[in-house]
């Protein structure tokens, strides 16, 4: 594996600043877009010259500076992929406070601590400790992620971590989701502040038509 990343490596950084061009994404601030052979979604790297899971690195010349970028799979995370879907709004951007439910082992959480920059700051809280373990190496590198272990069901339990937040984002795929978003809402979402939810409708009713799923759990929130 080593010897096949450090021959990456060697594409990424010869002369490809030359040949990709990166600006800034029409909607969404705080990600970017880089034109080459395929478009793809970038998010500027917070931490040069490293990757969080194996994803390609793009390096781009500003000057005397070089600036890097990380592409983010649409395939691997349900916020990019609505990005690329078109989705209208994610209510991110830099500086935001974004707490965010279900985080996993902090593939999406690494762009959106990009997307926020260094003004910004997500509280990731994820349930599982084994997912939680990769959250927490993800987050020694990027002083704005906070990781909390913890059941999202229970915001009560690291009220004393999260301050009040811009926005909430929720990929728990539980079939209370649109309560678990509530009473976290309730307890740090700021007057005004915004929630994205990412409904997995077979997690909710694996009976139901997933349209009918959906409209639900609109009705609810």
Not at 37 to 55: A, C, F, L, P, Q
Not at 66 to 94: D, Q, T
Not at 151 to 169: E, N, Q, S
């Amino acid at each position: 594996r080593g010897g096949g990343r450090g021959g990456r490596g060697g594409g990424r950084g010869g002369g490809a600043g030359k040949k990709v061009i990166v600006e800034p994404h029409e909607r969404v601030q705080g990600v970017f877009i880089s034109r080459g052979k395929e478009d793809t979604i970038v998010t500027k790297n917070m931490v040069v010259g490293e990757s969080v899971y194996g994803e390609k690195r793009i390096s781009v010349e500003d000057g005397e500076n070089k600036i890097e970028y990380r592409v983010w799979n649409p395939f691997r995370s349900k916020l990019c992929a609505a990005i690329l879907g078109g989705v209208e709004h994610v209510h991110m951007k830099p500086g935001s406070k974004v707490l965010y439910l279900g985080a996993a082992s902090g593939t999406t959480v690494s762009h959106v601590s990009d997307l926020v920059g260094p003004d910004g700051i997500v509280y990731a809280v994820e349930f599982s400790h084994r997912s939680g373990r990769d959250l927490i190496n993800v987050a020694k590198k990027r002083p704005n992620i906070v990781p909390i272990i913890e059941d999202a069901r229970h915001p009560h339990k690291y009220r004393m971590l999260v301050g009040m937040v811009d926005t909430i984002f929720a990929d728990v795929a539980q079939p209370d989701q649109a309560r678990i978003v509530a009473i976290n809402a309730h307890s740090f979402l700021k007057n005004e502040g915004h929630c994205v939810v990412s409904i997995k409708a077979n997690c909710i009713d694996s009976t139901a038509a997933a349209e009918s799923v959906f409209a639900s759990e609109v009705q609810k929130l």
